[in-house]
Nanobody, 124 residues
Framework: QVQLVESGGGLVQPGGSLRLSCAASGSIFAINAMGWYRQAPGKQRELVASIASGGSTNYADSVKGRFTISRDGAKNTVYLQMNSLKPEDTAVYYC??????????????????WGQGTQVTVSS
């Protein structure tokens, strides 16, 4: 039905920047919200940032002022620009989406589509 494909992770030095991308594809009727979560080893998955269909955004306190979430509606893609990266930002980053989709002539809604995850490592 719907797939999320992430890209852009990697290894970066402290203070550096990375941009993550997540593209949604499939039988999409509407994207209601998209966001990024992360999970560090031994820790629970946590919300990093989210953006609603109207453009309102929400950020974890730990990333405010350093990370920016944005979206391209025409491409069904969400981005996470990460600046001033710190070692504690090291984690697997997962894209999440709330999407309404077509199936069998009807429209359904699934609140939690997940991408496969992309590793972000901040280390000198």
């Amino acid at each position: 039905q719907v797939q999320l494909v992430e890209s852009g992770g990697g290894l970066v030095q402290p203070g550096g920047s990375l941009r993550l991308s997540c593209a949604a594809s499939g039988s999409i009727f509407a994207i209601n919200a998209m966001g990024w979560y992360r999970q560090a080893p031994g820790k629970q998955r946590e919300l990093v940032a989210s953006i609603a269909s109207g453009g309102s955004t929400n950020y974890a306190d730990s990333v405010k002022g350093r990370f920016t979430i944005s979206r391209d509606g025409a491409k069904n893609t969400v981005y996470l620009q990460m600046n001033s990266l710190k070692p504690e930002d090291t984690a697997v980053y997962y894209c999440n989406a709330d999407i309404s989709y077509y199936s069998g002539g009807s429209i359904f809604r699934k609140y939690n589509y997940w991408g496969q995850g992309t590793q972000v490592t901040v280390s000198s």
